[in-house]
């Protein structure tokens, strides 16, 4: 069953913007995991893109970044064959442990596109029932 679904668009110039003002240093390290912060050549896109996807995994919680959901707690990554996924950590994990009834178990399906100007993500949490 779904149980919540988020959906974002971020756009490029501004996370460039951002980047480049006194506040980039305030901005990548309360919204990004150490894992996550980078050197990238193209670091707007890299940065847009997980802005994008844990506002929209926050939207799927079901709070956006309150009740203890951070920015830092989703954490964006890419298995081997390429395709995004998110781990959740603090607050995050917490929300998702609370919203997913007894007997099932969370899964978290997201997508990422993007354009010049734009990333779009979005974020279903699914409650998958444990085979008896």
Do not use: H, W
């Not at 971020?10 to 990004?32: A, Q, Y």
């Not at 996807?53 to 890419?78: H, M, Q, S, W």
């Amino acid at each position: 069953m779904i149980i919540g679904i988020g959906i974002d668009l971020c756009n490029v110039s501004r996370i460039k913007d951002i980047l480049k003002r006194s506040i980039r240093e305030r901005f990548i390290k309360n919204n990004f995991s150490q894992e996550e912060i980078t050197e990238d050549t193209n670091e707007a896109v890299y940065y847009a893109k997980r802005f994008a996807i844990k506002e929209a995994c926050a939207k799927a919680l079901g709070t956006g970044f309150d009740n203890n959901v951070r920015p830092k707690d989703i954490v964006l990554f890419y298995n081997t064959s390429g395709a995004p996924e998110i781990k959740l950590f603090g607050g995050a994990s917490n929300r998702l442990s609370a919203i997913v009834p007894n007997n099932y178990r969370p899964s978290i399906i997201a997508s990422i596109t993007k354009d010049k100007k734009t990333v779009a993500a979005a974020v279903i949490i699914q409650a998958i029932k444990y085979d008896k």
